[in-house]
């Protein structure tokens, strides 16, 4: 009997409009293809099967070249590559299996709403060149590829250790040990040797190793996945390709990373991950794997918005047999643009491939993320022009040892670390003089801060001396925090005061003798008064390191600075204390603050490190600690072998007796360059004539400078004298305060838009609160529409004339519309108000209808049109701030149209209509009160949504602003949604937010745990008015999920859903909780359809917890939906129950019909 898999044809109601194109060209992200090309027919799969089998097809037959291929339900095994088609789809739901290494898809248009994945790696042994053969991966050849859905290749690499394994070029050489491919594998036990790393870092193209297992079957590597795009590709999905998991067992080893290779003009993605993560196992956790995107113009790339994906490839978790851990994998990247920001999330990876290794942020925000800069390039300088703030992150900087070029951390704003962040950071050779010169250099403007359990590891050269500078206006050390350098100057056998055989080395003071061999310890050397030479290695031992810090303000000292030598043990000698080097204004701290410099201490035969050396300067000691040390080593067995104490100088720079302090001060703020003196204190030989004086203008930055208007004189209780100028002359008779005044100085940038003039160019710089007044002027058949620019004040952009009050520098610009209404259309990448990407130029007035089919375009201000169309592959983004109101429609019509609106307001007078696979996103802002949205779309109309047409509403991660839709009525038809899922507070945060591995709670609390034990999250929020984000899990390290956004609907008519609302949380995985969900708030007249909502926790497996349920709440005066279809569940464990999230709540309020009443008199 013939068995035939199971399929049925699917009739064209079923399909749809939306399946089948009649469209002119096919569309994707940003780019059309060429013009002319019709769409071909569209020929659906849906059962299980081999992709030959021509009765799963809805045309009958096989696709053949230039159809519209849609895998639509079911699954189908493709094992040789297909002709090219006009576009194939995975539909959400569907899987597509390639089979074969040489098998590949080759369209116009890629696009992944279901899953793609690929058979497994079968491999037992390599061919006759000694190399290992790839069986099977995912390939995709396309002009442009979208990512909604998920390409999985986890687990799909060359296997774990079974009876024969393990396999592949990483493996482990023994059992146990983690599997290796751009990361080498964690290991068991000392000594043994885990997988080496392979392959190609700006070409990877291989499958990940298996890991060992002592009795049976270790993890499997990850698999393969090559996305081959001439144009543009899309990731707001997930593309995957984990080494394997082995949550349960002992003695096992995890699969690594296998790897990821994209090639396109362009990339972009929000809310996309792409990972090649190690697999962790109970002993030797596997390496990260390897992935590389190479855009091919980087012109293109610059004017698109940052990509916001999650780039993974972490090494594997370690578990509790673990000796050694295994490496990060590679990310290599052909240009910064490629790179988050101002948010960059769950990115892991030693960084490969960036030209010139010169990166440059304007805002930094790192989140779960592991970052190393390679060591084998000649520079690395990393900018950021505002603040770094760092959470449960770390970066890498090593220096080049080749290299006398030093490495720059530059942050123009405060840099903060938070939540167990670390930075490394290696210094390169530097030439003499050592006091001037330094290796590398962290540079900060504003304020240093480093929270508890937060570190900062400089390395000095370690066969050079050059040392890290630290340069910051204040450094804040909490209590549990440190600058660390212990072990980190000069290695075994290297430095001016290397030991002697078991002796100790030197540094501040001698190292230890080894007397019964008459081997001395090292001599001591360098500066008391300026030490920057890190401390001498002894033959076995490393000796501590350098800190420098030069701060202009306050160093406050609650944690620790440390630069110890490194230990001995009976025949090996210790090593040398470093160096700890601070000049400041004032110093500062509490009881939990130390400053060592240490000599490493030893046993036996051999000789104890000799102390470092310590020198602070200060101008004001508000601590007056005795928590200093560079005591020499301790040898345990005899005190005769101890190195001898180094230095501790404390100085105040103001202490001699014929000296007298001028303060030098700055009000309201300290601009420009006093001279000879700078701010701050500053000892003055007494009786000396002085004379004074500073720049003005000063400081001018980003359209502000600064005038000094005068200076008073004092001796900190009575006035003694003022002037009017930049120049003081006074003779120091006592301590003295000299104070400069300034004043702010705004320069006002003003222009006129095309089809107009100004009155008068009114350009320039004006004191602080100078009134400036501004005429726009039409020119004939046109009349002015308004003022632009972030300079305009909030209410103002109608005013003609307008009259500015200069307290901030401005930049306006007067904008002109046509007498006659008009179509405008939009083309190219700008700003709303630039008249030459409009067709007809010239931004468009109330009158005018808006067309934007393609290329982006960034409103800023407030505007009102007649209406506005975003089709195709058009872009429009509403940016904090601004408002977008229309007296008709709003629509939304194609799979590549999308409209942002981030912390803004759009307003329809008519409907707003997302079809086709429109999509709009929300992204709450920060909120003053939770129950204020932060987003507002509203519809004079209705709201409709048809059929794969999505709106994603984000809350603020970690503030949980939101947004709300408003309309008369709101439909959303079936495969039509609104997407919330992992929306809500990001990781760690939240009023829920879980301990550790714990889940996040909200209308349930978080699962727990237990084995750690770590809580989940408490509930909070309202059950009949549900306003708040769902909190994210707990991070024990391994990171962590985000809750559930919020979906909040006002109607004052009908709410038809057909299609679904989806607030859940993400999903956690073994040492990962999970997120709680979030809410959906819905207030109507009448509430209709057969769709669903849900607000689940997320699940999870392993040892953590799953999320809390969120919350439901629908108030209607009629109720003609079916109410088991909504959830609020908490997440489910995959085996323990007692780990499960806590139920949320469902609410079904009932609304009184409105009535009549009488009044008689």
């Not at 072998?641 to 703020?669: F, I, K, Q, S």
């Not at 004189?713 to 006035?719: D, F, Q």
């Amino acid at each position: 009997m013939q068995v035939r898999p199971f399929c049925r044809r699917r009739t064209w109601a079923e399909n749809g409009w939306w399946c089948s194109p009649r469209v002119a060209a096919i569309l994707s992200i940003w780019l059309f293809l060429p013009a002319g090309r019709l769409a071909g027919a569209e020929n659906s799969w849906s059962g299980i099967g081999m992709w030959t089998n021509s009765a799963c097809w809805s045309l009958g037959h096989v696709p053949t070249e230039g159809e519209d291929v849609v895998i639509a339900a079911g699954r189908t095994t493709l094992t040789a590559s297909a002709p090219k088609f006009s576009s194939l789809t995975v539909g959400s739901g569907a899987t597509l299996v390639f089979d074969g290494w040489e098998t590949a898809v080759t369209a116009d248009l890629v696009r992944i709403n279901g899953t793609a994945t690929h058979s497994t790696n079968m491999a037992v042994s390599t061919n006759a060149l000694g190399e290992w053969p790839r069986d099977n991966r995912v390939w995709i050849v396309a002009t442009n590829v979208q990512v909604f859905g998920a390409i999985n290749a986890d687990f799909r690499g060359w296997r774990g250790r079974d009876s024969g394994g393990p396999y592949g070029p990483g493996r482990p050489a023994f059992d146990r040990g983690g599997g290796a491919y751009g990361g080498r594998g964690g290991t068991y036990s000392a000594g043994t040797l885990a997988g080496t790393t392979y392959g190609s870092e700006s070409v990877p193209e291989d499958p990940g190793s298996g890991g060992g297992y002592s009795y049976g079957g270790g993890g499997a590597g990850g698999g393969a996945v090559r996305i081959d795009a001439t144009g543009h590709v899309l990731v707001n999905g997930l593309i995957s390709a984990n080494g394997e998991y082995l949550t349960a067992g002992w003695d096992r080893g995890g699969g690594s990373g296998g790897s990821i290779f994209i090639t396109c003009a362009t990339f972009a993605g929000t809310g996309g991950v792409i990972r090649a993560e190690g697999g962790c196992a109970s002993h030797g956790p596997g390496g990260g794997g390897r992935i590389a995107i190479v855009c091919s113009d980087p012109a293109a790339q610059a004017v698109l918005p940052r990509p916001f994906v999650a780039l993974s490839v972490a090494r594997g978790p370690a578990g509790g047999g673990c000796n050694q851990q295994a490496e990060h994998g590679t990310l290599y990247l052909n240009t910064p643009l490629l790179l988050p920001e101002p948010v960059m999330s769950n990115c892991q990876g030693r960084l490969r491939g960036l030209p010139g290794w010169s990166l440059s942020f304007n805002e930094l925000f790192l989140t779960n993320s592991f970052l190393q800069f390679p060591s084998n390039v000649e520079q690395t300088a990393i900018s950021v022009s505002n603040s770094l703030v760092m959470s449960a992150s770390t970066l890498d900087v090593e220096g080049y040892a080749l290299s006398r070029t030093p490495m720059w951390l530059e942050v123009g704003g405060d840099m903060v670390l938070t939540n167990g962040s670390r930075i490394y950071i290696f210094a390169g050779p530097t030439n003499p003089p050592a006091t001037t010169n330094c290796g590398a250099l962290i540079s900060v403007n504003g304020a240093l801060v480093l929270a508890t359990n937060c570190a900062i590891y400089p390395a000095a050269n370690n066969t050079n001396g050059g040392a890290v500078l630290i340069r910051t206006s204040n450094l804040v050390l909490q209590a549990g925090s440190s600058i660390n350098a212990d072990s980190r100057g000069w290695t075994t056998g290297w430095g001016p005061g290397r030991g002697t055989g078991r002796g100790g080395a030197g540094h501040g003071g001698k190292g230890g003798w080894a007397y019964e061999w008459g081997e001395p310890g090292g001599q001591a050397y360098g500066s008391e008064q300026s030490p920057i030479e890190p401390g001498s290695g002894s033959n076995h031992r490393s000796g501590g390191g350098t800190i420098w810090v030069q701060a202009a303000g306050t160093v406050n000292i609650n944690g620790t600075i440390t630069a110890q030598g490194q230990g001995g043990a009976h025949d090996n000698g210790a090593a040398a204390g470093g160096s700890v080097y601070i000049t400041c204004d004032t110093i500062s701290g509490g009881c939990s603050g130390r400053i060592n410099a240490d000599g490493g201490s030893t046993s036996g035969t051999s000789g104890g490190g000799g102390g470092g050396r310590v020198a602070v300067y200060y101008r004001s000691d508000h601590w007056g600690t005795n928590a200093v040390s560079a005591s020499g080593g301790i040898n345990s067995s005899s005190g005769n072998r101890n190195g001898t104490n180094g230095t501790v100088v404390w100085v105040c720079t103001a202490t001699n007796a014929d000296d007298r302090v001028l303060t030098v001060r700055g009000e309201p703020g300290p601009h420009g360059q006093p001279s000879p003196h700078d701010y701050g204190a500053n000892a003055v030989k007494a009786g000396s004539a002085l004379t004074e004086t500073v720049a003005s203008p000063a400081d001018e930055s980003s359209g502000t400078a600064y005038a000094c208007i005068g200076w008073t004189l004092s001796n900190g209780t009575s006035l003694i004298n003022t002037g009017t100028s930049n120049t003081a002359h006074f003779a120091m008779d006592s301590d003295l305060y000299l104070t400069w005044h300034w004043t702010s100085l705004y320069y006002l940038a003003c222009s006129a838009n095309v089809n107009g003039s100004l009155a008068a160019d009114r350009s320039g710089w004006y004191t602080n609160m100078a009134l400036v007044s501004l005429q726009a002027v039409p020119d004939a058949g046109y009349s002015f529409l308004q003022w632009s620019g972030a300079g305009v004040p909030a209410g103002m952009h109608t005013n003609n004339p307008l009259n500015l009050v200069m307290d901030r520098p401005r930049d306006v610009m007067a904008n002109f519309a046509s007498l006659t209404a008009t179509q405008k259309t939009w083309t190219g990448v700008a700003e709303w108000f630039s008249a030459a990407n409009w067709i007809p130029p010239g931004p468009p007035g109330m009158q005018d209808a808006v067309v934007i089919p393609s290329g982006t375009n960034t409103l800023r201000d407030p505007v009102t049109v007649k209406s506005v169309l975003v089709c195709t592959a058009g872009v429009l983004r509403v940016e904090q701030g601004s408002s977008l109101a229309t007296a008709g429609s709003v629509t939304i019509t194609g799979l590549s149209a999308v409209v942002h609106v981030t912390n803004a307001t759009l307003r329809c007078g008519g409907d707003l209509r997302i079809l086709a696979g429109g999509s709009l996103y929300t992204w709450g802002g920060a909120a003053a009160h939770i129950s204020n949205a932060t987003v507002d779309v509203s519809a004079g109309g209705e709201i409709r949504l048809t059929s794969n047409s999505v709106i994603y509403a984000a809350s603020h991660p970690t503030n949980g602003g939101s947004s709300i839709l408003r309309a008369r009525d709101v439909t959303i038809e079936a495969g039509a949604m609104i997407n919330a899922e992992g929306r809500g507070y990001g990781v760690t945060y939240g009023p829920g937010v879980g301990t550790g591995r714990g889940g996040g709670g909200y209308g349930g609390a978080g699962g727990m745990a237990y084995g750690f034990p770590e809580l989940g999250g408490p509930s909070y929020g309202w059950s009949n008015a549900p306003v708040h984000p769902g909190s994210g899990s707990g991070n024990a390290g391994y990171g962590g999920r985000a809750g559930g956004g919020v979906i909040r609907i006002e109607a004052s008519g009908i709410v038809t859903l057909n299609g679904s609302l989806n607030a859940n949380g993400l999903n956690g995985q073994h040492d990962i909780g999970s997120g709680a969900g979030g809410s959906i708030f819905i207030t109507c007249r009448r509430m209709s359809g057969s769709g669903q909502m849900t607000a689940r926790g997320g699940d999870t497996s392993g040892t953590s917890g799953g999320g809390g349920g969120g919350r439901v709440a629908v108030w209607s005066t009629t109720l003609d939906f079916p109410t088991n279809n909504a959830t609020a569940r908490g997440g489910i464990h995959a085996t323990d129950s007692a780990r499960n999230g806590g139920d949320g709540t469902i609410v079904w309020g009932h609304i009184p019909a409105p009535g009549t009443v009488f009044v008689v008199r």
